[in-house]
């Protein structure tokens, strides 16, 4: 007895019903999984399905906007709105600031610009107003650009003149590269000194070479006053006591070491000195003045 109920003691009883509760759990939860998932998958599809629907639908709109002509305008209307808002919002031009003009009249600036205080802010065609702003003369370059929140700032650089052309008996100033500035009027104050004249066919392209090759000789240079070009390439120069110096063409270096070596009073004696010729040096004295 006493090993019986030892054994009954160390022994699990399992009820017959136990596994079968278990596998109706089973079966139950696994329905309800599958109802889940048949649910989530209804909803995805009637979602999908809805969207596109609503796809299907702005394509159409969209078509029939466009084969009735309104697509344009619907855009233009949106683009009002969207400007009307900003600008009633204060995203609009209140200042245009010119900095750098010195010969040029500011309101010869603001009219190339071509944007004034009231203009939407953001439609502010910079590019274009830059172009039309290096177009003016005196106008090397220009920089336009927008300063936050309502400033539009043009920034001039002006050209500085660097020779005076004679074209068919007008003067012009030229720049660096031989290209007009701007006629030459009586307002000369602000001019740098020493401008020397160009005169004779594509003199003004071809001034900043031959200053270099004159400037190697100080003393010339100094004396010089203006300097004709020829249809052929070749230079005069004319000095301040109104001596002619004809150099040879291609050897302008040479033939101002040539002149060079006279001495003042000797070059003071000639009207012209022609240099033309490799082997010799032509000189043509002063005429006497008859009293």
Do not use: C
Not at 101 to 116: F, H, K, Q, S, T
Not at 139 to 149: G, I, N, Q, T, Y
Not at 250 to 278: C, I, K
Request: charged share 20%; hydrophobic share 45%.
């Amino acid at each position: 007895m006493a090993q019986n109920g030892a054994k009954g003691a160390g022994q699990t009883r399992v009820s017959p019903i136990k596994p079968r509760l278990r596998g109706a759990s089973r079966l139950v939860q696994s329905r309800v999984h599958a109802g889940l998932r048949a649910a989530t998958l209804n909803r995805r599809s009637a979602l999908n399905s809805a969207a596109g629907l609503l796809a299907a639908l702005l394509v159409l709109f969209f078509l029939a906007l466009w084969l009735g002509g309104y697509l344009p305008a619907v855009k233009q209307n949106i683009s009002d709105t969207k400007r009307n808002t900003l600008m009633s919002m204060g995203f609009t031009v209140d200042h245009i600031d010119v900095m750098g003009e010195g010969r040029l009249n500011e309101a010869d600036v603001r009219a190339a610009v071509g944007i004034y205080p009231g203009d939407y802010f953001f439609a502010a065609d910079l590019q274009r107003a830059q172009e039309r702003t290096e177009s003016l003369p005196w106008v090397d370059r220009a920089v336009v650009r927008r300063l936050w929140p309502n400033r539009i700032v043009v920034q001039l650089v002006e050209t500085t003149p660097y020779a005076i052309y004679q074209q068919q008996g007008v003067l012009h100033l030229t720049d660096l590269d031989g290209a007009l500035v701007a006629p030459l009027d009586a307002d000369t104050a602000r001019l740098p000194e020493g401008l020397r004249v160009f005169t004779g066919p594509h003199a003004a392209e071809h001034a900043a070479d031959i200053t270099r090759v004159v400037q190697s000789q100080p003393r010339i240079w100094a004396q010089t006053t203006a300097l004709t070009r020829h249809a052929s390439g070749r230079w005069d120069l004319h000095l301040q006591s109104g001596l002619l110096l004809r150099l040879r063409h291609g050897h302008e270096a040479r033939s101002l070491q040539q002149f060079a070596q006279l001495s003042p009073e000797q070059a003071a004696q000639y009207a012209v000195v022609d240099l033309r010729l490799a082997d010799r040096i032509t000189l043509t004295p002063i005429e006497p003045t008859t009293t």
